[in-house]
């Protein structure tokens, strides 16, 4: 084989790596780049606006298929009870199936539209939902029970990964986040506040993120860690984002109850899959050098968990009982309510910027979008909630919104040349 011969090879080879998520556009540019083949670096950049146009279609059919499954639940669920039942289930199964067969046909099979067929398989994952529901209405099941989103998330789990389709999967961590929000509020008969919720979420956001970077050991599947990882990255960053108000250590963490031994148990899975998860990526920084910087933002997320899991068995320690107007009430320490918010906030945005170096890096846009978004957040959240205080209010506005301009303006252009740099195939 010749040289050009090699080269060509070379070039389809990569190519068929991009398709199959193995390498990233900023990656096959650097490869191709290496050996001279400029010519086949502008067939990328073809081939990744025909990717980009094909992802905006996809996008819009899944937004119309959103719209048109709404409607159609909305309309069927208007004249519910003049249907007889059996015609109701006919109705409800028969629509779900035909919507898969008929994605499926489009997408794999005939292959004429493909992005079609992405969006109707979306679409009937949804009608799974809507036939659980409404067949728990049809047998007088009651509709809040939380085991009815874990079917729902059973039913479609393995959907996301035969019909290799990304919003499958997302819909499928949605559902799983939203059962396991119900799952704890009806465990703690609807006492549950909101520490709790952004503890499991904060653990959530972690065995997603270390999920999505085990998908790395398999070929086939490599493309799909970009959603578990933006949705761990998700909800890493609102919980932390959560942390850094006052709220949650000046009130409410001096409000907690006993959980039951259920929440005990759930927390506690949650717990031992990160800790499986955060060795297993120690395990492969270990082998591959590059994933350093996931394994840094997967363990501060960890390590700051595990310090405010610590925390609340020690609250009592940094509280006093107050007593004003015959109502008494617990009050944190002001020096420990200053030193938590310093600490998570710092943690917060080390975290952000994490985000973003990962996605600079790794030659990923949304990791680089969601840190952006989030640092942003946290800088107003801090102006209005510190700065503000510390200025007449005429000059705070005037002060803020010279800042906020300012911040938005550099941020934005920081992001274009991140971007830029991503798709332009910069070597660092």
């Not at 009937?124 to 809507?130: H, M, P």
């Not at 990255?233 to 000046?250: A, D, G, K, Q, V």
């Not at 009592?316 to 107007?325: K, L, N």
């Not at 957040?377 to 510190?386: M, P, Q």
């Amino acid at each position: 084989m010749g040289e050009d011969e090699h080269k060509a090879w070379l070039q389809e080879e990569v190519e068929d790596w991009i398709s199959e998520g193995i390498l990233d556009e900023h990656q096959a540019k650097l490869i191709l780049s290496k050996y001279g083949l400029s010519e086949a670096l502008s067939s990328t950049e073809k081939g990744s606006k025909k990717k980009d146009t094909s992802q905006l279609i996809t996008a819009l059919s899944i937004l119309g298929a959103f719209l048109i499954g709404i409607g159609a639940i909305l309309f069927v669920a208007s004249n519910w009870q003049r249907i007889p039942t059996v015609a109701k289930m006919v109705l409800l199964l028969g629509t779900t199936y035909g919507t898969y067969f008929v994605g499926w046909e489009l997408k794999f099979n005939r292959k004429t539209h493909p992005a079609m067929g992405e969006a109707l398989l979306f679409l009937a994952s949804l009608f799974v939902g809507a036939t659980i529901f409404l067949t728990a209405q049809i047998f007088h099941v009651n509709a809040n029970e939380h085991w009815l989103l874990l079917v729902w998330f059973l039913a479609i789990l393995p959907f996301g990964y035969a019909f290799r389709s990304s919003s499958i999967l997302s819909l499928n961590i949605v559902t799983f986040a939203l059962w396991t929000t119900f799952y704890i509020s009806q465990a703690r008969y609807l006492a549950l506040n909101s520490f709790e919720i952004f503890m499991l979420y904060l653990l959530l956001g972690i065995n997603l993120y270390g999920l999505g970077q085990l998908h790395l050991k398999f070929e086939r599947y490599a493309h799909f860690r970009l959603v578990h990882q933006g949705f761990g990255l998700f909800f890493i960053l609102i919980s932390y984002f959560y942390f850094s108000l006052e709220t949650p250590y000046r009130e409410i963490l001096t409000r907690l109850t006993p959980v039951s031994w259920q929440v005990q148990v759930f927390f506690l899975v949650f717990m031992i899959t990160s800790v499986l998860f955060l060795v297993s990526n120690v395990s492969m920084y270990c082998k591959v050098k590059s994933t350093k910087y996931e394994l840094i933002v997967l363990a501060l997320a960890f390590s700051g968990w595990l310090c405010t899991w610590m925390l609340t068995f020690f609250i009592d320690s940094f509280t006093t009982s107050v007593t004003e107007y015959g109502y008494t009430y617990t009050r944190m320490d002001p020096t420990i309510a200053t030193i938590l918010f310093i600490l998570f906030n710092l943690l917060f945005f080390v975290l952000s910027i994490g985000s973003i170096m990962v996605g600079y890096y790794k030659a990923t846009v949304p990791f680089v979008n969601i840190g952006m978004f989030f640092f942003v957040l946290g800088v107003l959240h801090l102006y209005f909630t510190t700065l503000y205080e510390l200025l007449p209010r005429s000059l705070a506005f005037i002060a803020g919104g010279l800042i906020l301009i300012a911040l938005g303006w550099y941020l934005e252009n920081k992001r274009r040349s991140i971007i830029s740099e991503i798709k332009g195939g910069k070597v660092l």
